[in-house]
T-cell receptor, first 111, second 113 residues
Framework: EDQVTQSPEALRLQEGESSSLNCSYT??????LFWYRQDPGKGPEFLFT???AGEEKEKERLKATLTKKESFLHITAPKPEDSATYLC????????????FGKGTRLSVIA | DSGVTQTPKHLITATGQRVTLRCSPR?????VYWYQQSLDQGLQFLIQ???????AKGNILERFSAQQFPDLHSELNLSSLELGDSALYFC????????????FGQGTRLTVV
């Protein structure tokens, strides 16, 4: 069974204090690993897709990396507006299958 | 704006009742997914439709059903509602080929009283 575990559950950072969120996964052949941002009461907002080990993607203060067993979301010099829950999901290679999500990391950035 | 539209945004109903949630996918997307998100729970996959046909089923209760219409919009029907069905229900859509990421709507918050 495909599984995603995210850590930590919650993270509190001072503005400008860089850190990383972890996503460990087991999947029967990875088609893609996805990162989303979710604000309270809102729908998840797509951030990145990673397809193979060694791949990296960047967007503003966020950088996602992928290995064969886990992915990291690095947040550099975060700002209060980066506060949100960050969700990781995997999709198996057997085409058009649904995304399996982790429970997320709730990030709070304090000014 | 993801391009996925869900209605209604909020729904309050009594136990035992039946409701219908509606989703319009992004233009051109053939796949529609329904997810449930309860307090302190992750996104739980319910069901997927592709071009009108059921493609995958997750932890969907027998009291719940869905369909995708020829114009590709989808409806999730929840019946014999219980207090525990109170949750956020999200619809997402994706294209068949190329990028496989799913884009989510803003959700319907269902409260069963």
């Amino acid at each position: 069974e495909d599984q995603v575990t995210q850590s930590p559950e919650a993270l509190r950072l001072q503005e400008g204090e860089s850190s990383s969120l972890n996503c460990s996964y087991t999947v029967s052949g990875l088609r893609g690993l996805f990162w989303y941002r979710q604000d309270p009461g809102k729908g998840p907002e797509f951030l990145f897709t990673l397809y193979s080990a060694g791949e990296e993607k960047e967007k503003e203060r966020l950088k996602a990396t992928l290995t064969k067993k886990e992915s990291f979301l690095h947040i550099t010099a975060p700002k209060p507006e980066d506060s949100a829950t960050y969700l990781c999901a995997v999709q198996a290679r057997s085409g058009n299958t649904p995304l399996v999500f982790g429970k997320g990391t709730r990030l709070s950035v304090i000014a | 704006d993801s391009g996925v539209t869900q209605t209604p945004k909020h729904l309050i109903t009594a136990t035992g009742q039946r409701v219908t949630l509606r989703c319009s996918p992004r233009s051109g997307d053939l796949s529609v997914y329904w997810y449930q998100q309860s307090l302190d729970q992750g996104l739980q996959f319910l069901i997927q439709y592709y071009n009108g046909e059921e493609r995958a089923k997750g932890n969907i209760l027998e009291r719940f059903s869905a369909q995708q219409f020829p114009d590709l919009h989808s409806e999730l029907n929840l019946s014999s509602l219980e207090l525990g069905d109170s949750a956020l229900y999200f619809c997402a859509s994706s294209a068949q080929t190329g990028n496989t990421e799913a884009f989510f709507g803003q959700g319907t918050r269902l409260t069963v009283v």
